[in-house]
């Protein structure tokens, strides 16, 4: 494992420390509401665990005012094009970035599904037209994001939408259901992956005749259905399609070409999970801090100790997982298998951690947002419920299990 950075990337490093030193004192003066959830990266699923619409407000308008203040530094969209206002970010930079931003407790982002996975399949599969309309809102967070990808029948299971879009003139008609779409109530604009050829089931070839999609969520025909989640949040939504019209020119890449769309950044070697082992580390020592005044006698407990030290190793061990995966990718090997091993070890450390904050503060810990005597104000309770979502979103446990299996079985045939 190679632990040194080249010295583009220390000036990456530098700049940024830097930026964030000198822009995110002062805006943070500002926009006193803070943001529940660690995860910011991520921020279009975690929600905020803001009550009420006025502190709901605030935090959408709290992180478009970070996002503008960011790419206004080019640092809203690091993995974009310089041409875009982005900094061709290498793998180990987009890993500093996370880090960095996690150190620095950097507020969330307005557009993360949009900077992080939209933007770049318009930059790869849009026409320049696409591109000029599209990139801008994006970046500047002017308009809200989301991605239509599941269905109550397809998950895991992508390649079994349902959802139909026919050609009619020069307008796709959409019909069908699709589900667990972050944020698609607040959005302008979705990309949607819709069946554009249904006889590909019965071909036996599911894969295909699918088609990606730039939606104007104010189209007639479309309505988004807040879901509320085990938290009381409802940033998750079904969005129904009845005879919605959309223009040819708002299909992305060709027709059939969906599942390549889809894969554009599914592709990109991304270490995911490099800032999260970093917002952890901090996570924890926060909670230990506050258990020693919330409850005393449970840091001296040897069970709960040990518990302690167990996930700050495991923290430790998924840093240099991510650390070894960024090693192979900058020698031009596959990140096979650190990479879903990470993402295995952040959905098992966040619920441990999760519990391992409520057993730490007893009674009190279970109290939940708005409760008198909550610690924190009850985002460790939230968090716990929360934190459920790290075996499903990202790729389920299960299928990460399945494809290190059939990936190691199949190497262990290779080497007999
Ligand atoms: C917080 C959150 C935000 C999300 N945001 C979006 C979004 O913005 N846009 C979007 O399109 N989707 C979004 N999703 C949906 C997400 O992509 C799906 O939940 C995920 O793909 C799993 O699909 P599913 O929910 O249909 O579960 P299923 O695929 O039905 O899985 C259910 C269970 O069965 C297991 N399972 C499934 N197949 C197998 C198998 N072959 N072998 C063994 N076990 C199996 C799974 O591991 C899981 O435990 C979001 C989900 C969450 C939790």
């Known amino acids: 494992m190679d632990f040194s950075l080249s ?75 310089v041409e875009w206002n982005g900094r061709a970010a290498t793998p180990t930079q987009n890993a500093i970035y996370s880090e960095e931003m996690a150190r620095a407790r950097a507020p969330g982002i307005y557009n993360a599904n949009g900077i992080w996975q939209i933007g770049p399949m318009i930059i790869t599969w849009g026409t320049e037209e696409q591109k000029a309309r599209w990139l801008p809102t994006i970046l500047s967070g002017e308009e809200h994001w989301c991605q239509g ?135 924890l020592r926060r909670v230990i801090s506050l258990a020693a005044s919330e409850n005393p006698d449970a840091l001296r407990d040897p069970a709960l100790r040990d518990r302690l030290a167990g996930a700050f190793m495991e923290i430790e061990l998924t840093r240099l997982l991510n650390y070894r995966a960024l090693t192979k990718i900058s020698q031009g090997l596959p990140n096979w298998p650190e990479v879903p091993l990470a993402k295995l070890q952040w959905s098992s450390i966040a619920q441990n951690l999760a519990e391992l904050a409520l057993d730490l503060f007893g009674p009190a810990g279970v109290l939940g947002p708005g409760a008198a005597g909550a610690p924190d104000d009850g985002r460790w309770a939230r968090n716990y419920a929360w934190q459920r979502y790290t075996s499903i979103g990202a790729g389920a446990t299960e299928i990460q299990k399945n494809i290190i299996s059939k990936k190691a079985l199949k190497s262990a045939r290779a080497a007999r």
């Not at 307008?171 to 607040?186: E, M, P």
Request: proline share 4%.
């Open 149 to 283: 990808f599941s269905e109550p029948e397809a998950g895991s299971d992508l390649a079994n939408m349902r959802t139909t879009a026919i050609l009619d003139g020069d307008h796709y008609v959409v019909n069908g259901q699709k589900t667990w779409c972050s944020s698609a109530h607040l959005a302008r604009w979705g990309l949607f992956l819709l069946r554009t050829d249904p006889t590909a089931f019965e071909r036996g070839v599911k894969h295909e005749g699918i088609t990606a999609f730039v939606i104007d969520m104010t189209t007639p025909g479309i309505e988004c259905r807040p879901i509320r989640d085990l938290t009381g949040d409802t940033m998750l939504n079904d969005v129904f399609f009845t005879d919605a019209r959309i223009p040819v020119e708002h299909r992305l890449g060709g027709e059939g070409e969906g599942w390549q769309v889809a894969m554009t950044t599914l592709g990109h070697e991304r270490v995911g999970t490099a800032g999260l082992s970093v917002s952890m580390a901090t996570d």
């Open 7 to 81: 010295v583009e990337d220390v000036a990456f490093r530098d700049e940024l420390r830097a930026w964030l030193a000198k822009e995110m004192p002062a805006f943070l003066e500002e926009w006193s509401v803070p943001d529940a959830d660690p995860d910011d990266e991520d921020a279009d699923e975690v929600g905020d665990g803001e009550t009420g619409a006025e502190g709901f407000d605030r935090t959408q308008e709290r992180r478009r005012a970070w996002q503008r203040l960011l790419d206004e530094g080019r640092w809203a969209a690091v993995n974009w094009p």
